[in-house]
């Protein structure tokens, strides 16, 4: 299916070196197979300019693969022709690295997972917020499927533009662990209200989960992370402090907003409702 903003053009600032910055028009679309060398090509030039190593976790060839051409679908953004931003979202089923295995859902509701990938935009584009731009036109592609009822994805927590552009498309931390070989990261979710309609068909949903017995403990879980407590509740935690948001991850709160002081990178956790 088309999306709507499938070829949605607009203007973003290049950054043209030193101090300059000139007014360029870009064009947003959908990757296809003869976008995979560039977008290998971006990912190098992306990385090669990192700071922090350990922020990202680059796609290898079969990964970028499969998310162009395979079971995940990836939106760019073109200047003069040329792909300057990706960001992808796979569809992991009944894989191993499920994301929604590592929050302890069972295999049914686990393969209702869509994980957000990787976004890369090239240092000359940065500053537009070409990131969230992006990730609303891979919601869309999310939500025009019928099977997919949450979102998940991992975050290092010392990336702080990630960081935000996950809290703004609505999703909270429910986890913090090593993965990918070592690397601390956020397991980020979000559940797709609209899958379940309007409150009272949700009630309506549960009620049947609950008299039929299916997935009864994962979908408890999935509606209590998904719902916002009362704002008294909110602790403060340094995001580098592993051990504390361990935690308060463990006694049942989530992350749900970053801060950004002059003593460093605030996560506030609230204490998850259980309705
Ligand atoms: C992360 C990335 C995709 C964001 O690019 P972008 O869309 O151009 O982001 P922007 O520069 O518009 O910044 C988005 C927000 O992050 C903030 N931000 C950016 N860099 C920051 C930094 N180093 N420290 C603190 N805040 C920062 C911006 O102020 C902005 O905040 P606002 O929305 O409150 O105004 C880009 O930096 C990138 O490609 N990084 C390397 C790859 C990566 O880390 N990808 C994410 C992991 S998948």
Not at 43 to 53: E, I, K, N, R, S
Not at 90 to 97: K, R, V
Not at 224 to 241: F, R
Request: charged share 25%; hydrophobic share 40%; proline share 4%.
């Amino acid at each position: 299916m088309k999306q709507e903003w499938e070829g949605h053009a607009g203007e973003l600032m290049l950054d043209a070196g030193g101090t300059d910055r000139s007014r360029a028009a870009y064009r947003l679309s959908t990757l296809g197979r003869e976008h995979l060398e560039a977008a290998e090509s971006l990912q190098h030039t992306v990385v090669q300019g990192l700071q922090d190593q350990t922020q990202l976790s680059p796609f290898s060839p079969d990964e970028l693969e499969r998310v162009i051409t395979g079971r995940g679908r990836t939106v760019g953004v073109f200047v003069d022709g040329r792909l300057m931003a990706f960001r992808a979202v796979d569809f992991p089923g009944n894989d191993p690295d499920n994301l929604a295995l590592d929050l302890g859902f069972a295999e049914p509701l686990a393969r209702q997972a869509a994980h957000f990938e990787m976004s890369v935009v090239h240092p000359d584009c940065r500053g537009n917020g070409l990131q969230q731009l992006m990730g609303h036109a891979v919601l869309e592609l999310i939500r025009a499927r019928r099977d997919v009822r949450f979102i998940l994805a991992t975050v290092s927590p010392s990336n702080v533009p990630s960081l935000k552009d996950k809290f703004a498309l609505g999703m909270h931390i429910a986890a913090l662990k090593p993965k990918y070989g070592g690397l601390w990261r956020y397991i980020l979710l979000r559940k797709l209200e609209q899958r379940l309609g309007t409150p009272g068909q949700e009630s309506c949903i549960r009620r049947g989960e609950e008299e039929t017995g299916i997935v009864l403990e994962d979908t408890d879980r999935l509606t209590a992370c998904a719902v916002p407590a009362t704002a008294s509740d909110e602790l403060l935690a340094l995001s580098s402090s592993y051990a504390r948001q361990q935690e308060l991850l463990a006694a049942g709160f989530i992350g749900t907003r970053l801060q950004v002081t002059a003593a460093g990178h605030l996560i506030a956790y609230r204490k998850r409702d259980f309705v």
